[in-house]
């Protein structure tokens, strides 16, 4: 179907075509519809680029806030990982003294008077950790934590030094006996 193009744009005289009466209004009624859709679509692009932005702005504050939140746990993480090493120390050390205690004494009231007052430190301990556990950030709370720990290291340390110079007495009283 070859053609001529320029055959396509010329006027037959015979083919008088006449507009109706109404053409210009129609034209014009046209025109007004297409200039519509086009300013309802700026506007609905001004209105998806404004949501664009909104949800872009959201969602770097979430990524932000979350990163945050991450570092703030981890640091966390960190701060209860370093009481749980101290804490596992001093109860080590606690336990190994009060071991040693127990294999040197011989006298059950002494024994007793010393258990009692390391269960009074122990139940202190457990408020102080269940307070610990709560607010985790706490310093003073922590503080009270490993000041309660030393005071019953050194409670079982005092009471194996008594045990040593009781020890001492016995002996010395027997040499000089002798």
Known sequence: MERDIRNLFKVDE???IELPNNHR???IAKLQIQNKKKQAFKKSSLLKIAIAIVLIFSASIYVFVGNQSSLENKEESTFQ???KAIEKEYLENINS???QFLAISNDSIL???YRVKLKNFDN???KI???LQKTPNNINILESLINNLQRRLELVKNIKEHIKELNQKNTSNETIYL
């Open 111 to 113: 024994i007793k008077k």
């Open 81 to 83: 990982a370093q009481i």
């Open 124 to 126: 202190e301990y457990r």
């Open 14 to 16: 015979h083919s008088n």
């Open 129 to 131: 950790t269940n307070q």
């Open 97 to 99: 003294e009060w071991q």
């Open 25 to 27: 209004e129609d034209f």
